[in-house]
């Protein structure tokens, strides 16, 4: 029952910990440019898929 008790009140401890770290994580990434890069970043490799895709198709 201790161990119980210990396991539930360290999960929360952990919940509560990851949740003020992930909204600041996300404050800190929407204020810096590092949100932009990474839009570019992704849409350039969806770009590279198609087009890596689409010479395939035609060979």
């Known amino acids: 029952m201790l161990f119980v008790i210990l396991s539930i009140l360290w999960l929360t401890v952990v919940v509560l910990f990851l949740n003020k770290a992930g909204t600041w994580l996300q404050t800190w990434l929407r204020n810096s440019g590092i ?5 570019w970043l992704a849409g350039s490799i969806l ?13």
């Open 35 to 39: 949100a932009k890069v990474q839009k």
């Open 47 to 59: 770009i590279f898929i198609r087009l890596r895709l689409a010479i395939a198709e035609q060979e």
